[in-house]
Every structure is written in C-alpha cells, then in structure tokens.
C-alpha cells in the first residue's frame, strides 16, 4: 500500500497567477493537497512566459502539476459567489493580486475568515500590503534591482546584470510554500488559522541576508572569502575552480605547473592571497589557457581540487551523474512536443509517467468537474457557462492536448 502524502485531504483555493504563487502551490499540490487554480477566462498570463504551446509554455507546466484548472470571469457576479463558496471552503487559500483586489471580488481575508475562521490565506504581492511602494507594479527583474541583488552580478565592465531566469519568483514561491506549511501545523494542532503577507521584496532580501549584513559591517567594501577561486577561461570553454583550503591551493598550483606559486611569500597564506588578489589571479588565469576545459577537469579531481565545467542546460541533462541519480525525469505531456525534462522535488518521490501529479491543466480542464464536486448541480453549471461565469477547455486546446 502506497505511503499517503502528507497533505492529502487539504484543500487549496490557488487564485495566483504567473511563477511565485503558481509555484508553492505546485509544491502543495505534488505533497496531496487538492488545489483548485482559479484562472481567467484566457488562462493565467504565466501560460504566455516564453514559446506558448496551445495554451501551455514552460513555465505554466512546471509550475502547474497536480492542480486543478476553474476558468471564471471574477467580473461576473455569478463567478464571485461560486469563488467565495470555494474559497470558503477551503483549508488554504492563495492570491496574488494587488492589495484590496480580492476583496472586490468578495473573497478578501476578512471576508473568508468569517465565514472560515482557520483559514489559512497566503497574499503573494510585489512589495507587501502596506508601505510607499504597495501599489506599484513589478517583476521579477524590478526586485533584482530594488533588492539589491543585481549589484552583486556585474560583467566586466562592472555593469549590474539580472540572473537570467526569475529566480525571485521561484524563491518567494518556496518561501510562501514553507510559510503555509508552517501554518498548516499550526491549525492541525492548535487549531488556529493565519493570515500571511508574503512579498517578492522580502523573499529576496531574506535570501540575501548574510550578504545584507555584511555589507553594513564593511561599509559596503566587497569580501574574498576565497582565493584563487572563480571561472577560469580554457582553450575550449570555462571551468570553476574554488580552492577552499591550504593544500587545495597547493594542489592547484601543482596541476598548474606553477610550484613557485605555493612557496612564493607573497601567496603562502589565505590572508595574502586575499590581499593580493588582483596580482595573483591573472597569472592564474594564464595558466588556465594553456589546455581544455576536460583536462583541467580530470587534472584537478586527481588533485582533490573542486571544480565543474562550466555547463548549458543541455550538458546538465546529459551528465553521468544526473542520470545516475535520477536527478531529471522526462515526460510526455498533452499538448507539448515530445518528452519533457522535469526535473525531481528533493524528498519526493521521482516523477512518474504522466500521473495526475505529473500534468499541469489546460485552461478551464476541470471547470465542470470541480462544480459538480462541490455541489453544483449539472443544470447550474450549464447555467454559469452559458451566463459566461464559467470557461471550460475549448475544442481548440483539447485538440492540441490530445
């Protein structure tokens, strides 16, 4: 008999869009939660990050698994009634729309506490609820910025520079995940709900804390804590290197046919290195010219010394270890091109082939299924789709899933 997941029986009303909220609803999903995706008519607008495959794209796959699609028009008032009976309902609810939003709607927090005082109802904003910059609009890149994130990622010319992908987004989601898990413990224990404010601006500035704190206590002076440690070019490509310890860099200088450099004064102590890292990197870097990204490779782990080529995407798929691990499962999914690489959850268990966890829904998939489930009878589902409350899948993505 299969282990059940821990959250099987909760049920989650998800009413985010995009990555941050999407994603710690994914990860409710694929530990048992039930969760139902509110989503506009046209489908959340994370469905349109990157090349849209009918009405799916990377993002909306990754970040969906598991869940459940409703397609409603919150202008509607119909639709307004039916959300404030499945937000009530439900154990968790989610949001990401701009503060006082929700309560439009009718399913604000003070809203659904009355009527569910141990709600657990998690708000997924840019900045927070309250402060100068609550109404303001941003992304994921806007916070690189505010955060002071892009200051620690410049190219050579010093110029700040976004990660290339929403990391803050995907950090906040894990935040928000941990936060309502948190809470969950609470309520099944205590029996006590939670109201929870959880913002892109906090979830990066809480990722960045030690570098926060050291900056105040160097006036801003950037620290080496290592060195030789970087990217180093290669004939062929790049290779990162990290000599941590004492012998790793007089292991490092052996590799380097560059023995003089362990004994030399000037070198022979992290704290000298330090000091003089802008005359020792470069001959350093010299060095690392001289052969392949592969030699250097083998060379430097028959030394001890830690180090990995500097790979794409594509090297990463194809690498013996995570293949050996597991560490990527690969899938068919409606509606997509061929088998699809996703990667695995840590403490879960590995991807399986095409389950219910596996997929993410199309836009409006289970909109007749979840009604008829909470008690909605089939003539006042007919009803709310014919009023335009409600959107089921069209013939148009159900051809492009099959």
Not at 133 to 152: C, E, F, H, K, N
Not at 154 to 163: C, L, S, V, Y
Not at 276 to 286: H, N, Q, Y
Request: some cysteine.
């Amino acid at each position: 008999m299969p282990t059940p997941l821990p959250l099987e029986g909760v049920k989650v009303f998800d009413a985010t869009q995009g990555v941050a909220g999407p994603h710690s609803t994914m990860l409710l999903a694929q530990h048992g939660a039930e969760v139902t995706k509110l989503e506009p008519l046209d489908g959340d607008w994370g469905r349109t990050l990157g090349k849209v495959y009918g009405d799916q794209c990377a993002h909306s796959v990754v970040f969906n698994r598991g869940k459940k699609s409703l397609a409603m028009d919150m202008k509607n008032e119909a639709a307004q009634k039916v959300a404030f009976k499945l937000a009530s309902e439900a154990d968790v609810v989610v949001e990401s729309f701009r503060p006082g939003v929700m309560a439009r709607f009718g399913i604000g927090y003070g809203q659904v506490k009355a009527a569910n005082p141990e709600v657990i109802y998690l708000s997924d904003t840019g900045s927070g609820q309250d402060g100068p910059y609550t109404r303001l609009p941003v992304t994921d890149s806007v916070i690189q910025a505010l955060s002071g994130w892009m200051s620690i990622n410049r190219d050579a010319a010093g110029a700040p520079q976004r990660i290339g992908m929403i990391a803050i987004d995907v950090m906040t989601g894990l935040y928000a995940y941990q936060a309502i898990s948190s809470a969950l413990l609470r309520k099944f224990r205590f029996g006590k709900g939670a109201y929870i404010d959880c913002s892109l601006m906090q979830a990066a500035a809480a990722f960045q804390s030690a570098k926060v704190m050291e900056h105040y206590l160097e006036g801003g002076a950037p620290q080496v804590l290592y060195v030789p440690v970087g990217t180093m070019q290669t004939a062929d490509g790049y290779i990162n290197i990290t000599a941590m310890r004492e012998r790793h860099y007089v292991s490092l200088c052996k590799v380097l046919g560059r023995e003089d450099l362990a004994d030399d004064p000037r070198y022979n102590a992290r704290e000298k290195r330090i000091e003089r890292e802008a005359e020792l990197m470069p001959v350093i870097r010299e060095a690392f010219l001289k052969r392949t990204t592969a030699e250097w490779a083998e060379a430097l782990t028959g030394e001890g010394v830690m180090n990995a080529p500097v790979s794409t995407y594509s090297h990463f798929l194809e690498d013996g270890h995570v293949k050996a691990v597991e560490s990527v499962a690969w899938m068919e999914h409606p509606g997509m091109p061929g088998a699809l690489p996703v990667t695995n959850i840590p403490g879960l268990a590995k991807i399986g082939s095409g389950g219910a966890l596996d997929l993410a829904p199309h836009i409006g998939e289970h909109s007749r299924e979840i009604l008829l489930r909470e008690g909605w009878t089939p003539a006042e589902v007919e009803e709310l789709v014919a009023a335009g409350a409600v959107g089921e899948m069209t013939e148009t993505t159900a051809e492009a899933a099959e």
